[in-house]
């Protein structure tokens, strides 16, 4: 890239940018279309000036809450992926922001070695990165061309921004609009070759999760030319209701049907652009079991495959209507309690334990506290536990009490009055406790919650009745509560930061959930999951090499690393074969990693590998009753425990 890549003082950076714009050929190469044009727009258009421009803006406090209310369901959807981007981007100085369609900073998600650059060029929430403040800058460039860039280096306008890379890709609503711009930056040295596929993906399942949660009230034709296709990021989508009226369609279906833009079916009979009745349609959605069946689109004549999928159970709207049109009433089946939790092991024993424990429990409203280390699927296992409930048609309700300021988790939790403080929504709020009423209120990283705090769940717990902030009345409440911590709660309660009275509140029966490194079915799930990035029909190869360094590797990130590693590498193999130059360093050279997990299985030899091996299979047998192993061995509990110590076996608790 030539002078992209070099540091230019003040003088060269705007002489660059005015050769550029004067359209000097070395430039105008080095740089491209879109880059210039947006230099263009700077210029003339906002008349910003690349060495002196105006201070960055950070809209108040006030307007930034607003702001994040507006689109806190979008902030809510986006959360989860944001943190599974940032964790595949660990360790590599990335930031990852969610903007709302202004350019504003919603949420800022970053590696504490970019905290001060960021700093300095406000890259923070509140934080205003439209190209009229900021000039050229991917965010503010990608909301003007509405496709995802890469703006590196000198391509910023403003010298200020020159030693960042930062790449953006838009996210849509169902009808087209632009909804917000996901965001990963860094500094310009640490760049990523892969940055821009993950981000891309990133944004990609955002958009999809938008589009369902928008149209929930709906049914959702899900389609693709590929059958494997369908339920992976790349299917189309198009909503309509139950009279067949289309109501929105994702990029994708747009993308496929060779169409530029939704508003071209909005409107129209999803019959008149498939070739299917629509009693045929809505007699597929509410089968019990329907697989991906084949349909002509109409105007090509192309064949897709398409499911159809029925609105949410308990969204009214459909309800009523959709029941004309069923040719025979789908039979209400009792609830199969276990079906939930089938995804959540391929036979290993803990798991499998701790599911038979919590089958035996629900119904009874027994407060359930999840722990494990993080991503090792304690989330997952608390959306299985609420869909395997009777409350699984009431709301599930997840609160984070580690990533929300400490000011804000109060309101978030026990709602508000209108007007209660300073800069409360004129509505008031309910708050997510009283959401979650008649269904489960799941609150992650519990350990994480304020001390002061606790005495007020507590009370909750205890007269199972909230009073909103600025509110007087207590109003009742029933909730099914599900935490979960990768925190030692009892050091916590030693040293005086979590209340010993609200451990045994929120622990009616404690769940440990196993790490990846020490669960047997670790070659089941890479597979699987595997099978799931890659798409259903797709078969993607392992290389034996590669396979084995997945298996020997210690994963300190769990489901989450693993997940994380399996999308990046089924989207960058070739000719759908994973070999070892698809995966990342941590795991190409484990020997080179920092030592993150020293009680892991990283470092020992083959033997001892196989010892531990053998001896958590003993462990299993006995269901972790350390004593019983331990007189099986001939050895002491001192011993066994130093054993399992050196080995990293944790016992289970
Ligand atoms: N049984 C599973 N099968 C496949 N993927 C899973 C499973 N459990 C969890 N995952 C994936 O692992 C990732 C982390 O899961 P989850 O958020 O539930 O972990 P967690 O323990 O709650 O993490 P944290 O402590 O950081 O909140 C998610 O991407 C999830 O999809």
């Given at each position: ?13 705007a002489?660059?940018?005015?050769a ?5 050929a070395?430039?105008?190469e ?9 230099w263009?727009?700077?210029?003339s ?5 690349p ?7 950070v ?5 930034l ?11 809510e959807i986006a ?7 940032y964790?595949?981007?660990a ?6 922001i969610?903007?709302d369609?202004?350019?504003?900073l ?10 001060d ?6 890259l923070q ?32 306008y ?7 890379t930062c790449?953006?890709?838009p ?16 500094e310009?040295e ?8 993950l981000?891309?993906m ?15 009230e ?5 389609c ?7 339920g ?15 109501l929105?369609?994702?990029?994708s ?12 079916i ?5 019959q ?9 349609l ?13 349909i002509?689109e109409?105007?090509?004549e192309?064949r ?8 949410e ?19 209400q ?18 798991m ?14 027994l ?6 280390e ?6 997952v ?38 007007g ?6 004129r ?8 959401q ?11 350990g994480?919650?304020p ?12 007269d ?5 902030l600025?509110g ?5 409440v ?7 911590t990768h ?5 916590l ?5 979590f ?9 009616g029966?404690?769940?440990?959930i196993?790490?990846?490194?020490d ?9 699987a ?19 084995e ?6 994963w300190?990130?769990?489901?989450r690393?693993l997940r ?33 997990h ?6 020992l ?16 047998d ?17 011993t ?14």
């Open positions: 890239m030539g002078a992209a890549i070099m540091r230019l003082s003040g003088s060269e950076h002489a660059l940018v005015k550029g714009i004067a359209g000097d070395v430039v105008c080095q740089f491209d279309a879109m880059t210039v044009a947006s263009r727009r700077c210029f258009g906002y008349g910003l000036d060495i002196d421009a105006p201070d960055p803006v809209v108040p406090r006030a307007d809450r607003e702001r994040q209310e507006q689109s806190c369901r979008l902030l959360r989860h992926e944001m943190s599974d981007l964790q595949q981007l360790g590599s100085g990335h930031a990852i969610l903007t369609r202004e350019g504003v919603l949420n800022y998600i970053g590696d504490p070695i970019f905290t650059t960021a700093a300095n060029v406000r929430t509140g934080a205003v990165w439209d190209e009229r403040t900021q000039g050229t800058n991917a965010i503010g460039t990608c909301l003007v061309e509405k496709k995802p860039l890469v703006v590196h280096k000198t391509a910023h403003l010298l200020r921004n020159a030693r960042l790449a953006a890709a996210i849509l609503d169902p009808h087209g609009n632009l909804l917000a711009i996901l965001d990963a930056s860094s310009a640490l760049a990523q070759k892969h940055t821009m596929v981000l891309n990133s944004a990609q399942m955002i958009e999809n999760r938008v589009f369902f949660c928008a149209m929930k709906a049914y959702v034709f899900r693709h030319s590929r059958a494997e296709f369908i992976t990021l790349g299917e189309g989508l198009v909503a309509f209701t139950p009279d067949g009226r289309v929105a369609a994702n990029r279906a747009i993308f496929q049907m060779g169409l530029d833009a939704p508003q071209r909005v409107g129209r009979e999803i008149e652009l498939f070739a299917i009745s629509l009693p045929m809505l007699e597929r959605a509410h089968s019990q079991s329907c697989p991906a069946f084949p002509i109409t105007r090509s192309r897709f495959f398409a499911k159809v999928q029925a609105p159970k308990g969204t009214a709207r459909t309800r009523a209507t959709a029941s004309r049109h069923r040719p025979r009433p789908a039979i089946k009792a609830p199969d309690s276990r079906a939930p939790f089938e995804r959540l092991h391929l036979g290993d024993p803990r499998q334990r701790n599911i038979e424990t919590v089958t035996k429990v629900l119904g009874r409203d407060p359930c506290l999840l722990l494990g993080t991503g090792v699927g304690k989330d296992f608390a959306r299985a536990m609420h869909q395997a409930s009777a409350r699984r048609d009431r709301p599930f309700v997840a609160l984070n009490c580690a990533s929300l300021p400490e000011s804000l988790i109060e309101s978030e939790l026990f709602g508000y009055r209108p209660a403080f300073t800069g409360a929504s509505d008031g709020s309910r708050g997510k406790i009283l979650a009423d008649g269904g489960t209120l799941f609150l992650d990283e519990i994480d919650m001390i002061d705090l606790q005495a007020r769940l507590l009370q909750v717990l205890e199972r009745r909230v009073v909103p600025g007087e009345t207590p109003i009742p029933s909730i099914q509560l599900i935490s979960a925190r030692d709660v009892r050091a309660i030693a040293e005086g930061r209340r010993e009275d609200l451990y045994y509140r929120i622990n029966i404690s769940i440990q196993p790490p990846l490194r669960r047997r079915d670790r070659r089941e799930l890479i597979l999951l595997t099978r799931e990035e890659s798409g259903d029909g797709i078969e993607i190869e392992w290389e034996a090499e590669a396979l360094r997945m298996l020997a590797y210690p300190p990130g769990n489901l690393q994380n590693i399996l999308r990046a590498a089924t989207a960058l193999c070739e000719d759908q074969r994973i070999r070892t130059r698809d995966l990342p360093e941590e795991i190409r050279y484990p020997e080179r990693a920092p030592d993150r020293d009680r892991s299985a990283r470092g030899g083959t033997l001892a590998i196989a010892e531990r091996e053998a001896l958590l299979e003993l462990l299993e006995a269901r972790w009753n350390v004593s019983r192993v331990a007189k099986n061995l001939g050895l002491s509990r001192n066994l425990y130093r054993r399992m110590k050196r080995y990293g076996i944790e016992p289970a608790r």
